[in-house]
């Protein structure tokens, strides 16, 4: 028999008990994660195993394999950015601009989410999206391809067929806007499981967006519009970026989920 030290601890078998596991972990919402995980799981073993994931700290979205986002269960997979419900606001305002449009681009698309969620807000429509990283565009694949959508790897516009120049009536571009000194800022969870690459926007945060700025307007439908989520800080200089390059821009603003998204429009 193995020493009481070299035993693992049990989890918790009951909701009670996963709630106090869950809570002392540190989970705010404990009760709704117990209740998920035990939806999810299909066994007992298997909610043990979650737990254990939980409580050591793996995102929850990565330990039940997927997020809720505008309605829809997305697949999220280790290495890939968890979309946040923030982001849904970007999705909303496109909607609200382009009900018609039938050419849609999932820029810095990571788990395809975006990409997803305006396919199913317009109906018909070319969905493509594009990543740098190959974890994400593994995973996009998986998430667009009821919509028929398209995922290419690469850097940013490069991805992107070129037969698409002049097409694009939505340019969704959930670019990293996180300024490099502050990655270390950020919540345990995004720093240890999701991928620099989607966090790191340089020095302060733009680099990114300033070359989606630069490069829309060669991609976008006459009235297409390009959509980008920022910070409050940052969003003036954003703005200013988008009408250097001839964009119309409007600044969008959810108090609720404080979400600011610049929106460039091709005249």
Known sequence: MPSVSSVPPAMPSSREAMVVALRTAGCVFAEDEADLILATARTPAEAAAMMERRVAGLPLELVVGWAEFRGLRVAVAPGVFVPRRRTEFLVEEALARSPGATVVVDLCCGSGAVGAALAAGLGRVELHAADIDPAAVRCARGNVAAAGGHVHQGDLFEALPGELRGRVD?????????????IGLLPLEARDHEPLVALDGGTDGLDVLRRVAAEAPRWLSPGGCVLVETSRR??????????????TTHLAVSEELYSHVVIGVRP
């Open 170 to 182: 939505i340019l969704a571009a959930n670019v990293p806007y996180v300024p490099s000194d502050e």
């Open 234 to 247: 940052q969003a003036p200089t954003a703005l200013t970026a988008f009408e250097r390059n001839g964009l």
